[in-house]
């Protein structure tokens, strides 16, 4: 038994890896800036969390792990260097846990979170108890990680970590490539890649050291294609690759098609989550499963028993007859495939969007602008900074922006506080409407607060 101390438990991953940790029988302590829900939920499970950073915490620590946002210059790392405690990065204990079994990672720009989580369905589906690791909360496990006792090892790996380019795995999954996460002015920072380019060499030693890939070969992401060259490998598409659909027929809150397997038709599909893109996510989970040998009964019933993870179109309950659902989209294309999903719904679409951290929001506000037009009616919230300061423009210039544009195509916006935000949606929320809160900071909030009138905690 080691003790392990994690810095920044509070994290959906690290407090992920810290219930596997103590499960497998290590005693597990951590830190964190803030008290949080996790926090308190960990400490109830009994995992010491103490709030704030500080030395004192290394007594009888054998390991220290900490996220990549965590600098080296922070008391409690030099510390722990200063006196021989191996210093870990949270990848690196996500790579022990997948040394321990026939491995499988999904990594991308996008879906990474719900094709892992598809995965994890269909291997329960399956019957082979496989241990879970994922960036967000799915019901189906009780949480954002599951220990199993079988031998299937399945991880979200998140790109933005530098470190995940040196995961060797049984099966690698890249859903697809974009410049997130990449630095808007190359400067290297915790969490973001110098350049474009480094993010693409870095998924090419992702791939290059999987033993099967499976990649997304839609022509938009050709990308993928010249960075999986010279590995055994397998594509999926909505409509074209290995794995591809058939027969697509779009609900407001589903979908139904035809899989479609190195060209056989392998039988029906049925998913209880909106969008052509979560059909994309289902066809990168089969291609996994099926190199990975599991049948095809087993991915049916996986695929439909799937209701969606934690803040990806989670329906939260009704206000006033309208429907509330919250949803993780913070960077464009996520954005315009989530209001796409949810004009198919047939309701009146109403977005409360909060733009997350500034560098992506400097690069990316004309590409929220153009999604957004999908949008009725559209609430802009300030930036969730997530620890940055402004780099050229303000909150309020970049929902000027946007505001601009969205006005200019004839669509209703607005730019608003959270209190205004609030009392304009309990006073106007009707039925036959989807309000959706978006965004990767504490937008969520907003959305339990209008189902339940109470403050949020």
């Known amino acids: 038994m080691k003790h392990y101390h994690l810095m920044g438990i509070g994290g959906i ?15 597990v302590s951590g830190c964190d800036s803030q008290p949080s829900d996790l926090t308190r939920q960990l400490e109830r499970e009994g995992i010491r969390v103490y709030q704030g950073h500080s030395p004192e915490h290394l007594h009888a620590v054998d390991v220290l792990v900490a996220s990549t946002a965590i600098k080296d210059s922070e008391p409690e790392l030099v510390t722990a260097h200063t006196l021989g405690i191996p210093v870990w990065r949270r990848i690196q204990v996500v790579a022990e846990i997948l040394r321990g079994g026939f491995s499988l990672g999904v990594t991308g720009s996008h879906g990474k979170t719900t094709t892992t989580s598809m995965l994890a369905s269909i291997f329960i589906a399956a019957q082979t108890d496989p241990t879970v690791l994922l960036g967000a909360e799915l019901g189906l496990i009780g949480g954002s990680a599951k220990v199993g006792s079988g031998r299937y090892r399945i991880a979200e790996v998140d790109e933005s970590d530098p470190l995940f380019r040196f995961l060797e795995l049984d099966v690698a999954v890249l ?10 002015d190359g400067q290297a920072r915790p969490n973001y890649h110098t350049s474009f380019e480094a993010l693409q060499e870095a998924v090419g030693s992702f791939a290059g050291r999987a033993k099967h890939v499976i990649y997304n070969g839609e022509p938009r992401w050709q990308l993928l294609d010249a960075l999986t060259q010279g590995r055994p490998r397998s594509s999926f598409g909505l409509l074209t690759g290995d794995c591809h659909a058939k027969e697509i027929a779009l609900e407001p809150f589903g979908s139904r098609f035809e ?20 059909i994309t996510n289902a066809l990168a989970a089969s291609a996994a499963a099926l190199v990975a040998g599991i049948p095809f009964e087993a991915i049916q019933q996986g695929l439909y028993q799937y209701t969606g993870a934690s803040r990806r179109f989670e329906k939260i309950g009704e206000l006033n007859g309208a429907l509330i659902v919250d949803d993780y989209a913070h960077n464009a294309t996520k954005l315009f495939a989530l209001l796409k999903a949810a004009r198919n719904t047939g309701l009146r679409v109403r977005a409360v969007f909060q733009p997350h951290r500034y560098g992506r929001s400097e690069q990316e506000w004309p590409l929220y602008a153009q999604a957004l037009e999908q949008a009725d009616e559209t609430l802009l919230l300030d930036v969730y900074a997530a620890g940055e300061a402004p780099l050229q423009l303000t909150s309020a210039q970049i929902a000027q922006r946007i505001l601009e544009h969205l006005r200019a195509k004839g669509r209703w916006a607005s730019y608003q506080s959270w209190e205004s935000a609030l009392d304009y949606l309990r006073q106007s929320a009707a039925p036959g409407e989807l309000i959706l809160t978006i965004g990767a900071g504490n937008v969520f909030r907003l959305g339990r607060l209008l189902v339940t009138e109470k403050e949020a905690v």
Do not use: C, F, Y
């Not at 060209?263 to 209880?272: I, N, T």
């Open 259 to 278: 899989l479609v397997w190195q060209g056989r038709s392998l039988g029906p599909v049925h998913l209880q989550v909106p969008g052509e893109h979560n």
């Open 175 to 184: 859903t697809n490539l974009e410049a997130d996460h990449v630095s808007p």
């Open 13 to 27: 991953s690290m407090s992920g890896l810290a219930r596997i940790l103590r499960k497998d029988g290590h005693l």
